[in-house]
């Protein structure tokens, strides 16, 4: 991919999809009802989160 076209994706993405704390993450997810909220993989760009949803 060319450079420029990387780096307007880049912009575009990181316009549309900010970048949290995990601290962040988890409240969201506690603020929408979910509970037991653990952070299971954290890499360079992503997280991977479980929550279970109270029946």
Partial sequence: MPAADAERVITAISAQLPVLFPEEDAALMSQAGFEGVKL????????????????
Avoid: E, I, L, Q
């Fill in 40 to 55: 299971f993989y954290a890499g360079f760009s992503s997280k991977g989160w479980v929550g279970y949803k109270p029946r």
